[in-house]
């Protein structure tokens, strides 16, 4: 049989390292990696144009983009997994913020789209752990969805264009904001927030997923074989990259190999697995947690995100 070469965005990462530089490849489907710098510009293109065969894409973005019907379907290949509560920031002085329940009754902005999925994770994590009615919040995205259709929930009101989230926290005119805004004014409102993420690890196992991988619905009718293919094939590199930080080879430059040690030395286990198995528990949370932040209408079972030849697997 012919390869069929497909065009692939992914950013490169530990876990993605052996597939970018080809060490790895899918059997009979060798991928044509595309560059995007900015990878939320690669989400947009394939939410909206279907522009690659196989995507990295938020996991939110993509359970809003299944719910509007765009023609891919995921793989349980889980790519980026982060701790968010440090994603919620303000500035002490002016906010007047003594702790989490005091967002209530207040205005939160919300860097980019209100469905980016570090904000889903921060809000999920105040309502959970800290008691946050978030219902009572209203919540101000500094910009638009991935997905055209949605529609924002009642209490979302976007900032005007070009507005300074950041400044506007800073002044107090925002309690807080949530996403990565980059200022030395803003602290995050959790005490502890680094330790408090792994300590939510180790009490009840939380342990967020961001980013997966999401294939195009037309290759996957195509080319049974295909979804096995791409799973098996970045497990291959996923595992690559764990043996690296279980024996300590490399230096461990990046934030991600750091906090992937981390998690290994909390778990003792693989801190990057993949398949709908090992990960059950924190896709269901996710989808509850998108439920009740009005961003998909009801639940959904784990095994509908996912093609149905990757169901059994894991890695």
């Known amino acids: 049989m012919t ?9 490169t990462q530990g876990s993605t390292q052996a597939l970018k530089d080809g060490t790895v490849t899918p059997a009979g489907f060798p991928l044509r990696f595309e560059e995007v710098p900015v990878l ?4 947009r293109r394939m939410v909206r144009g279907l522009e690659f065969g196989v995507s990295e894409m ?5 359970l809003c983009a299944r719910a509007a019907g765009v023609a891919f379907t995921a ?7 982060a701790f968010h509560h440090s994603a919620v920031r303000h500035d002490p002085a002016a906010s007047g913020l003594r702790g989490p329940r005091d967002l209530e009754g207040r205005k939160a902005g919300v860097n980019r789209g209100y469905t980016v999925t570090t ?8 309502a959970d752990e800290y008691g946050v009615d978030l219902g009572r919040v209203t919540w101000m995205p500094s910009g638009d969805e991935h997905v055209e259709p949605f ?4 209490n979302v009101v976007r900032l005007p264009p070009g507005a300074d989230l950041a400044g506007l926290t800073a002044a107090g005119e925002l309690a807080a904001c949530v996403g990565a805004v980059d200022d030395p004014r803003l602290v995050p409102l959790i005490p502890d927030a680094a330790e408090a993420g792994f300590a939510a690890l180790a009490s009840r196992g939380c342990y967020p997923i961001n980013h997966l991988v999401v294939v195009r619905n037309d290759l996957l009718a195509a080319h049974p074989g295909l979804a096995a293919a791409l799973f098996t094939a970045y497990a291959e590199a996923k595992n690559r990259y764990v043996g690296r930080l ?7 430059a990046a934030p991600e190999d750091r906090r992937y040690r981390r998690v290994m030395e909390i778990t003792g286990a693989d801190p990057l697995p993949y398949g709908i198995g090992p990960n059950r528990a924190m896709i269901t949370e996710l989808i509850r947690h998108a439920v009740s932040q009005q961003i998909i209408d009801r639940p959904v079972a784990p095994e509908a995100l996912f093609a149905a030849s990757t169901h059994g697997l894991a890695a």
Do not use: K, Q
């Open 3 to 11: 390869d069929i070469e497909l065009t692939a965005v992914t950013r």
């Open 40 to 43: 939320v510009r690669g989400f």
């Open 58 to 62: 938020a996991f939110t973005t993509y």
């Open 75 to 81: 793989i349980p290949v889980f790519l980026v997994r």
């Open 119 to 126: 904000g889903v994770w921060a809000r999920g994590i105040l």
């Open 151 to 154: 529609r924002l929930p009642p």
């Open 246 to 252: 279980r024996d300590g080879r490399g230096e461990l």
